[in-house]
């Protein structure tokens, strides 16, 4: 058995009900995030219905749409109608997911649902089936092949299940203007939190740990200021002290190959002029846009006069578990 060629097989039949569901995308979804919109900007919630896999599914979609400003809750359909309806608020909006839209035990609660003030969506794989006919909006996603070969496995539905649960969310996230600054405040552990919250200042080499010099400093000079302070860079500054350039370990060996009295130059003649700079106040994921974007090792950090008053390090960045 070719086990890649079988891998390759459920992949092909997924992308193929993914392309499919892209392509009947229409109003409905847009009238969908519409109905998320003004339910989280009036302060309701989402509840997430489903049951077996379409459950499982659920509880991600709920989580991501919690973790992006839009709070849901996930609704256990057996204990819904033992008092875990009270949950359900006016204004809220219930979220089903069913394949078939049939299954018994989702069914069983939308006529306690009806005499509520809830809007109900359904990611539904049947669009005549009891569940959408009781549902405010539809977003259809029947399938033509589940990738389980004997086409009975939840496979290719749970799928498209969770990637229109992804567009919804990331749609809403873009529709309320949620931002870098408000993922971090739901995500504070760990590396997002981290790389999201801390300021430059916080990450940054302090002035005392950076080789700053003046134009007219000799190459020699410069090597030493660097060593002085175990650094990998120097940063050039005028009379004022205001950012004039950078010279790195990276400079001097390129330019030693070609030059070996390089050491009796000014490193006004060899440094980069006007080098990417950071200011020290920026979010700390600035720097790692920079780094990456510009594929340099040393970011000058400075204040609002231009004047240097650090330096990032890349591999500062993995210590503090930035990358």
Do not use: W
Not at 209 to 226: F, G, H, N, S
Not at 316 to 323: E, G, Q, S
């Amino acid at each position: 058995m070719d086990y890649l060629e079988k891998a390759a097989r459920v992949l092909d039949i997924e992308i193929r009900e993914l392309q499919r569901v892209r392509e009947r995308l229409g109003q409905n979804f847009s009238d969908a995030v519409e109905i998320l919109r003004k339910a989280a900007d009036a302060r309701g919630k989402v509840v997430v219905l489903g049951v077996g896999k379409s459950g499982n599914i659920g509880s991600k979609i709920a989580a991501t749409l919690t973790s992006t400003g839009s709070p849901a809750v996930v609704l256990d359909s057996l204990n819904a109608l033992h008092g875990d309806l009270g949950m359900v608020a006016e204004g809220d909006v219930v979220l089903a997911l069913s394949a078939s839209g049939e299954t018994e035990e989702l069914l069983r609660i939308l006529p306690a649902l009806g005499r509520l003030e809830v809007k109900i969506i359904a990611i539904c794989g049947a669009a005549e089936s009891t569940l959408a006919q009781n549902a405010h909006i539809v977003l259809d996603f029947e399938i033509e092949q589940e990738a389980c070969p004997l086409n009975l496995a939840p496979t290719s539905s749970t799928t498209v299940m969770l990637a229109l649960g992804d567009a919804l969310a990331m749609v809403l996230l873009e529709a309320r203007g949620f931002k870098k600054e408000d993922f971090a405040r739901y995500h504070p552990a760990g590396m997002i939190g981290r790389s999201l919250l801390m300021r430059v200042h916080q990450v940054m080499r302090p002035r005392d740990a950076l080789a700053m010099v003046p134009p007219d400093t000799k190459i020699r000079e410069v090597l030493k200021a660097m060593t002085t302070v175990r650094a990998g860079a120097a940063v050039v500054a005028d009379g004022d002290g205001r950012l004039l350039g950078i010279f790195t370990h990276g400079d001097f060996a390129r330019h030693f190959q070609t030059d070996p009295k390089i050491g009796d130059r000014l490193v006004a003649d060899l440094m980069t002029l006007n080098p990417v700079a950071v200011h020290e106040n920026k979010l700390a994921v600035e720097v790692l846009n920079l780094l990456e974007r510009h594929r340099i090792d040393d970011l000058v950090v400075v204040n609002d006069d231009n004047i240097p008053v650090g330096i990032v390090d890349s591999q500062d960045l993995t210590r503090l578990k930035l990358l």
